[in-house]
């Protein structure tokens, strides 16, 4: 188990075991998120491009922003795996009418069949896991999962970049918008 100090003093055995914990996760996530995680007639499927499209199922068609910020991920990691999914024939992606600037996404029909397949593989998936826990494992696990997520939600907004319009509004008032350029200024 690792032993920490923060400002010379020793972190009680739960952060120890948190921080051990989800060093374990993260590195299955690493070493396994872009492992394929499904063979399709149209390929392997990453574990990031199946996590955006069973999302892309749930919620329908989405602009690649919108589906950035569902998935906490920057536009243009989403705009790579589009462009993946887009080659497998598993979603379509087209310019938004009422802004040019948008790309909305589209779950095709062999997209939905893919999707359907990959949540079922991992709810049986779950419920193994599930299944092999006693009840009260089971309800630590998602309660614990649910603060986790929480938190690191919490944590994730403490840290996004805030913007000069931002800072400059007065505590409590949103920031003034931003002016367009005028064409030919």
């Known amino acids: 188990m690792l032993l920490s100090t923060v400002k010379g003093h020793r972190l009680p055995n739960e952060a120890e075991l948190l921080e051990s914990l989800l060093a374990k996760v993260m590195h299955l996530a690493a070493v396994h998120g872009d492992q394929p995680i499904g063979d399709l007639a149209s390929g392997p499927l990453t574990t990031a491009e199946g996590v955006l499209l069973v999302e892309l199922l749930a919620c329908g068609e989405v602009t690649q922003q919108q589906m950035a910020d569902r998935l906490s991920l920057d536009k243009s990691r989403v705009s790579r795996l589009s462009s993946a999914l887009e080659a497998k024939d598993l979603l379509a992606r087209r310019r938004d009418e009422t802004n040019r600037r ?20 991992w709810h049986q998936r779950h419920e193994g896991m599930l299944a092999a826990m006693t009840p009260k494992e089971r309800r630590a696990l998602l309660l614990g999962l649910g603060a986790l997520a929480r938190e690191l939600g919490a944590l994730h907004r403490e840290h996004e970049p805030v913007s000069e319009l931002e800072r400059a509004a007065p505590k409590g008032e949103p920031p003034p918008r931003p002016r367009r350029p005028q064409p030919g200024r």
């Open 102 to 121: 948008n790309l909305r996404l589209r779950i095709t029909g062999s997209g939905t069949v893919a999707a359907t397949r990959l949540r079922q593989t």
